[in-house]
Antibody, heavy 120, light 107 residues
C-alpha cells in the first residue's frame, strides 16, 4: 500500500522560503501516469491545489503561485519536493503531498500533512 | 479558474438518517467531479470520482450524481464514522479547485 510522508520545517519567517519533501513508500515516483501534487489547507478553510510534478520533471503550477513555486522530483530517493518563496502569514496552512493516478485528476493517496506557520 | 460552491455549510443529522450534499460549479465541468471526506486531524479521502463512481473500498451507502454544473453526494444512512467534512473537486480545468466543504455533524 502506497504511503506518502511530508517532512520539513514547520516554522518559516516572513519573506523566507518554505522547503518540503514528500517521501513515497510502497510505490515508485517514476511510475508512468502518476502525478505528484502538493495541496494545502488553510485553518478552517478549504483545500487549495498548488501544483504537480511528473517523474520526467514536467510540472504544472497553479497560476496563483507560479511566480514563487518550484517543484522537483528525485527518483534515486523516491521523493518529490516543494519550494515556496516569499512566504507570508497568508501561507500559514497544512501542506499535503498527494498522488494522482489518473493524470492529475483525483487524489487517492495523501500524506498526513505538515503544519506550516509563518511568523517572525 | 472554476469556482466550486457547496451547500449547506453545515448539516445536522441523526445517525441512520439520509443526507444529500450539493456542489455547484461556476461553469460546466461535465462529469469531472470528485468528492472527498475529511475527518479531524486526517487527510482527505477520495470517495467518488467521475461524479458517480465510488472509489476503492467506499461503501455503497455513498452515491454521487449530477453533471455539468450541479452535483450531489448522498449518504443513504449515516453511520457514526460518516460525520466529517465533505469536499467536492473539479478536474475538468486547471487549476484543480475544491469547494469549501459541507460539515455533517451529529444532531
Amino acid at each position: 500500500q502506497m504511503q506518502l510522508q511530508e517532512s520539513g520545517l514547520g516554522l518559516v519567517k516572513p519573506s523566507q522560503t518554505l522547503s518540503l519533501i514528500c517521501t513515497v513508500s510502497g510505490g515508485s515516483v517514476d511510475r508512468g501516469g502518476h502525478y505528484w501534487s502538493w495541496i494545502r489547507q488553510h485553518p478552517e478553510k478549504g483545500l487549495e491545489w498548488l501544483g504537480y510534478i511528473y517523474y520526467t520533471g514536467n510540472t504544472n503550477y497553479n497560476p496563483t503561485f507560479e511566480s514563487r513555486l518550484s517543484m522537483s522530483v528525485d527518483r534515486s530517493t523516491n521523493t518529490f519536493s516543494l519550494e515556496l518563496t516569499l512566504m507570508t502569514a497568508a501561507d500559514t496552512a497544512t501542506y499535503y503531498c498527494a498522488r494522482s493516478p489518473l493524470g492529475g485528476r483525483t487524489y487517492d493517496s495523501w500524506g498526513q500533512g505538515i503544519q506550516v506557520f509563518v511568523s517572525s | 479558474e472554476i469556482v466550486m460552491t457547496q451547500s449547506p455549510a453545515t448539516l445536522s443529522v441523526s445517525p441512520g438518517e439520509g443526507v444529500t450534499l450539493s456542489c455547484g460549479a461556476s461553469r460546466s465541468v461535465y462529469n469531472n467531479l470528485a468528492w472527498y471526506q475529511q475527518k479531524p486531524g486526517q487527510a482527505p479521502r477520495l470517495l467518488i470520482y467521475g461524479a458517480s463512481t465510488r472509489a476503492t473500498d467506499i461503501p455503497a451507502r455513498f452515491s454521487g450524481s449530477g453533471s455539468g454544473t450541479e452535483f450531489t453526494l448522498t449518504i443513504s444512512s449515516l453511520q457514526s464514522e460518516d460525520f466529517a467534512i465533505y469536499y467536492c473537486q473539479q478536474y475538468n480545468n486547471w487549476p484543480r479547485t475544491f469547494g469549501l466543504g459541507t460539515k455533517v455533524e451529529i444532531k
